[in-house]
């Protein structure tokens, strides 16, 4: 079976000598784990849609009995210029794919956090890093996985609380600095990954060193 969706690339890791094993968030089919054959090659025409943070439009082939599809073509949409281009947006950009690919069951659609996902992306590619962007878009993440804080009493004020959930990108851009604040979400979040899930995210200690912690 030979089908189509977009895609945001999570992650990628090698097999064997001249393929890779690439988690694809696509918009329709949830994450997917794709075999990306010869891309290691130098003649490897899919290797740009082998990356990390590639948006692109895949074609995948689905062998019958197989839960394992192979990519065999696509175009990418973007690459994000401006995230790679810049060290500090190029972390937070992987540390938001990571967060989607821990909170993300396999084969499971979730156009809404795909589009959460994109739109942050979007924004951080246009404009920059910025303070609060990592806490409002995991929030957001968690919200929509069902582990949301939403309606978490103690903390920050209500608007600030509210502008973290549900505004824009450039509303988030716009909140104060505020340390209290930043002390309590970073604890909420830190406590949850490490009790409730298990998990280090590995991307954080990156992204905090070359960004701050706010």
Not at 158 to 167: I, K, P, S
Request: hydrophobic share 45%.
């Amino acid at each position: 079976m030979i089908f189509c969706d977009y895609g945001i690339v999570l992650n990628r890791r090698q097999l064997r000598e001249n393929d890779r094993i690439v988690t694809v968030f696509t918009a329709a089919g949830g994450k997917l784990e794709v075999n990306f054959k010869g891309v290691r090659l130098a003649r490897g025409k899919l290797r740009a849609l082998s990356e990390p943070l590639a948006w692109g439009d895949f074609r995948f082939y689905l062998k019958k009995g197989s839960n394992f599809p192979v990519c065999t073509g696509g175009s990418a949409l973007s690459v994000f210029g401006g995230i790679r281009a810049d060290l500090r947006r190029l972390c937070l950009g992987l540390h938001f794919c990571e967060i989607v690919n821990r909170l993300t069951p396999a084969q499971q659609p979730a156009p809404e956090k795909y589009e959460l996902l994109l739109g942050a992306l979007q924004d951080l590619d246009a404009g920059g890093a910025a303070a609060w962007l990592r806490q409002a878009f995991t929030l957001r993440a968690l919200n929509l996985a069902g582990f949301g804080f939403r309606e978490t009493a103690a903390g920050p004020e209500a608007g600030f609380w509210d502008a973290l959930h549900d505004g824009t990108w450039a509303e988030v851009r716009a909140l104060p600095p505020d340390r209290e604040a930043g002390v309590f979400i970073d604890g909420l979040l830190g406590r949850f990954f490490s009790e409730h899930l298990g998990v280090e995210l590995r991307t954080l200690p990156f992204v905090q060193v070359v960004g701050g912690k706010g």
